[in-house]
């Protein structure tokens, strides 16, 4: 899951209903409603896995079983797709100093000695430059929003 920078909404993978759901958050207590589909991501193309948001608002998403991250424009349009050479997708994540590469993981699992030729690099973390940004992450504190308020502003 990941929150808005102004923590107004929470994107949520939910992979057992097959997509990324996003709710309103209430800026005084925290307290999530509206739950809403953001994007269906259909069993056919994979299972929705870890995601995080961009500078630009938009969602990168892991899909598991499909080789592949997607990016979902803030509308929910697709648009990017970055193909991979394994199919368990698992998270993604920005890092670097300027938050301009983005870290993929994989998994090892459901790969079976006969297709171990095919997913030699089953596992492995892959990384690419997506011609967007990451964002300062989020810092843990007893209240969540006075910390996030503080660490953004000191970045």
């Known amino acids: ?5 102004d923590l107004r909404r929470l994107y949520y993978v939910d992979s057992h209903a097959g997509g990324i759901d996003m709710f309103d958050i209430d800026p005084g207590n ?6 809403r589909r953001f994007v269906p991501i259909p069993a056919t193309t994979g299972v929705a896995d ?3 948001l961009d500078a630009e608002g938009a969602v990168w998403v892991a899909i598991h079983g499909s080789g592949k991250v997607c990016r979902y424009a803030p509308d929910g349009r697709l648009d990017t797709v970055v193909q991979l050479p394994v199919r368990q997708v698992t998270s993604v994540a920005f890092g670097d100093p300027q938050l ?3 870290f993929i993981t994989t ?3 459901d790969t079976g000695p006969a297709s171990a030729g095919h997913q030699s690099h089953a596992g492995d973390i892959f990384c690419c430059t ?7 992450p989020f810092r843990y504190a007893a209240d969540a929003r006075l910390a996030v308020a503080t ?3 000191e970045t």
Do not use: I, K, Y
């Open 50 to 52: 870890g995601l995080s």
């Open 107 to 109: 998994a090892r699992d």
């Open 30 to 35: 925290g307290a999530l409603s509206g739950r």
């Open 151 to 153: 660490d953004r502003a």
């Open 100 to 102: 301009t590469t983005l």
């Open 130 to 136: 997506p011609g967007t940004s990451g964002r300062p």
């Open 1 to 5: 899951m990941d929150w808005t920078d």
